[in-house]
Structures are given as C-alpha cells and as structure tokens.
C-alpha cells in the first residue's frame, strides 16, 4: 500500500508564475488536508477536502490560492501569480475519516522555490 | 500568543541520554496531543498521540500530557544517533475537528 505521494518534490518558479502541487492519498483514503511549513516555524493548516467538496479552506490565504481534489486523479493545491513570500514545504495528508487526525498520514512534502 | 508554543533549539545531547522534549498550549479545549517525527527533507511521520492527560509509553518513548497545565512532553530513553530529527507536538480538539495545531518544532541531535 503506497503512502500518500506528492510530486513534484522540487519546484522552482520565477515570480508571477503558477504553481501546482499534487497530492494523491492513501489507497481508501478519501479525505486530504494541505499544511505549508515555512522556514524555522511549524506546519500551518490551509485547507481540508473531500472528494469534490471544499469543506474547510480558513487557512487558506485569501488571494491567489486555490484547491481542489476532484472525483477522479489528485488532490491540486494551486498557487498563481507566485512570489518570494510562497516559497515553502508543502506538506499533504491524507487520512479514511472526517477528522481522523491520529490515522493521518504525510506525504514527503514539495517544496517551492520562488526567485 | 501561539496556541501551541515550542522551543526549537536546537538541542544536542550524548547518545544513551534521556531526552525531554516540551509543548505548552493555551487552549483548553484541545484533547488530543500528538508527537511527530521529520527528518530532514521529509515529511512529519506520527510516533503516537495522548488523549486527555496521563502517560503513554511506546518502546523508548514515553508521552506525558498534564491538562491542568497545558504542558506536554515527549521523553526518549536511550537515546540514538537515528532519533536526531526534528520533533513536532501537535493537538487538535476532538474527531471532527480537522485541524491540527502544530509546534515550532525541536531539532534535535544526538552525538555518538
């Protein structure tokens, strides 16, 4: 059973491109949840989905960034109009039940470069 | 004020040394504490979670949370060169709650 997988792991983006993370879950896991870890801080919580629903998006910065996780493929936590200031580890998980923190599990994150 | 405050060190310690490794939290309605594991370039992997307060021992691992102080705390016996990584308390309120409130982390490093 594979883990929870993110790709690309690295990514570097010139300032005002989009960025686009991928986040697929754990085989029979259904509910995702996107963290941003910047330099020297923790993981901050940005937004929680299920298949085709938004269900909780309040950590979510309120421009330029979107999420998605459709009914079919990943998970996409996308980023326009980048800048120095998104640069970041962004971490996913995935876990079987609403709010099943303690059965979540992490992917190895993609980290963003903006210069 | 951060909900969950953490010192990140970084901390270095002997190898066979015990380690103590703390959180304090300012909201009481959090109830359930975990403990995270990273590894440089890697993602947070969970070693285990307290409900309410009380101790929990896994292994070399001991959990303790103490409610009434809003402090927990990760204790690691015989400590190894492998347990060198950061570590991340985190909590979140009750099952439904969706998201965990995480620390600063502790980088931590053990010498051979």
């Known amino acids: 059973n594979a883990g929870v997988m993110q790709n690309p792991r690295h990514l570097v983006r010139r300032r005002g491109q989009e960025a686009r993370l991928r986040c697929s879950p754990m085989k029979g896991h259904s509910h995702v949840y996107w963290y941003r870890q910047l330099p020297e801080e923790g993981l901050k919580f940005m937004v929680y989905?299920?298949?085709?629903?938004?269900?909780?998006e309040s950590g979510m910065p309120k421009e330029r960034f979107s999420a998605e996780f459709p009914k079919e493929g990943p998970s996409i936590l996308r980023i326009q109009q980048v800048v120095r200031g998104d640069s970041a580890a962004y971490f996913c998980a995935s876990s079987p039940l609403k709010g099943l923190n303690t059965e979540a599990f992490f992917g190895q994150g993609t980290r963003l470069t903006v210069v | 004020q951060k909900e969950v405050e953490q010192d990140p060190g970084p901390l270095s310690v002997p190898e066979g040394a015990i380690v103590s490794l703390n959180c304090t939290y300012s909201?009481?309605?959090?109830?359930?504490f975990m403990w995270y594991r990273q590894y440089s370039r890697k993602g947070p992997e969970l070693l285990m979670y307290t409900y309410s307060s009380g101790n929990k021992e896994d292994g070399r691992f001991t959990a303790q949370v103490d409610k009434s102080s809003k402090y927990i705390s990760l204790f690691i016996r015989d400590s190894q060169p492998s347990d060198s990584a950061t570590y991340l308390c985190a909590t979140f309120s009750n099952f439904g709650n969706e998201k965990l409130t995480f620390g600063t982390g502790t980088r931590l490093t053990i010498i051979p």
């Open positions: 989905l299920q298949k085709e629903n938004i269900i909780d």
């Open positions: 909201n009481s309605a959090f109830q359930y």
